[in-house]
Nanobody
């Protein structure tokens, strides 16, 4: 079974930074798309960033967040800078491999004002 384990969430003040990590229990290749999603209370899950043949970001995080990966370590990261209260959500890691989607259990990010 493939498992994704997120870490790095926590409580931070507005303007601060956090780095999220996602470790996969399977080999990831450059052509396997990985991404970060988030879900705030009362809202639908939304795409934050993806990494595959190219990288993409939601407009709301563009210029502040950076997605990166280390395939040798089966890990994807999300560097979050200049955090805002509206970034508060549970952040989920996603892996698309072998025509299947795998999800982590999420890590809570709370940004105080």
């Amino acid at each position: 079974q493939v498992q994704l384990v997120e870490s790095g969430g926590g409580l931070v003040q507005a303007g601060g930074s956090l780095r999220l990590s996602c470790l996969a229990t399977t080999t990831i290749f450059s052509f396997n798309t990985m991404g970060w999603y988030r879900q705030a209370p009362g809202k639908q899950r939304e795409l934050v960033a993806t990494s595959g043949s190219s990288t993409s970001y939601a407009d709301s995080v563009k210029g502040r967040f950076t997605i990166s990966r280390d395939n040798a370590k089966n890990t994807v990261y999300l560097q979050m800078n200049s955090l805002k209260p509206e970034d508060t959500a549970v952040y989920y890691c996603n892996l698309r491999k072998g025509a299947r989607d795998y999800w982590g259990q999420g890590t809570q990010v709370t940004v105080s004002s």
